[in-house]
């Protein structure tokens, strides 16, 4: 494991736009509680990918997603509402003016580096030879006890950014997430909220979980 620390110098200053010479060791962090941005997935060796835009809420435990991709070589558009806490996720159509309503039972869990996870790196992605031509990242692993899975993931060492997830299990193989455009904050918060052509619409009896979206 190799991390980025050294001498104190001048050329160490410039480098990493530091006011110090300390080196600190990275550590496990939260990703902000309100993020929005834009994420792509790809599965069965790029068979299966997707886009999609996305707005996240720890506070309410909600994530929206609007993406399309292409699954068994059939492509797709979609536009979906997780709650978490009310247990149920909306997939949306504004064009036919439709809703579908299917139970969530998944917990909701806090994009996050787990206490438990191990460093497996950090590493200045693109240029380090002047200000702004890298990004410090941190990249992180661990095991995942319910889906008997694991996972590399690539966090901003400032901010606590998204910037790539590797997750693996045997059923699905590797599900690669590579996040981009984030910014801090909601400016659109009633997209948390289903349109009004989901009020009356009945539960169905299929559960969906999180990775639905994308598989």
């Not at 309410?60 to 149920?88: C, P, T």
């Not at 590579?178 to 169905?204: I, L, R």
Request: glycine fraction near 8%; charge should be negative.
């Amino acid at each position: 494991m190799k991390l980025l620390l050294g001498l104190c110098s001048a050329l160490s200053l410039l480098l990493f736009l530091t006011g110090s010479c300390s080196a600190q060791k990275p550590h496990q962090c939260r990703t902000p509680p309100l993020l929005s941005g834009s994420l792509s997935v790809s599965a069965r060796e790029g068979q299966d990918w997707a886009v999609a835009k996305y707005r996240y809420d720890a506070f309410g435990q909600r994530i929206r997603l609007w993406e399309f991709g292409q699954v068994h070589s059939k492509s797709f558009h979609v536009n979906m509402l997780f709650l978490f806490r009310e247990g149920v996720v909306y997939t949306i159509d504004y064009k036919n003016q439709t809703c579908q309503r299917n139970p969530l039972h998944a917990a909701f869990h806090p994009s996050q580096i787990p206490r438990n996870a191990s460093l497996l790196s950090q590493v200045v992605l693109g240029g380090s030879s002047a200000p702004g031509e890298g990004l410090l990242v941190n990249t992180w692993t661990g095991d995942v006890p319910e889906t008997g899975g694991k996972y590399l993931a690539t966090v901003t060492e400032f901010g606590c950014i998204p910037v790539s997830t590797l997750y693996h299990t045997a059923e699905s193989g590797w599900i690669v997430t590579t996040y981009f455009d984030a910014v801090k904050g909601v400016e659109d918060p009633e997209q948390f909220f289903p349109p009004h052509f989901c009020t009356d619409v009945e539960t169905e009896e299929e559960t969906l979980n999180f990775f639905s979206a994308f598989l």
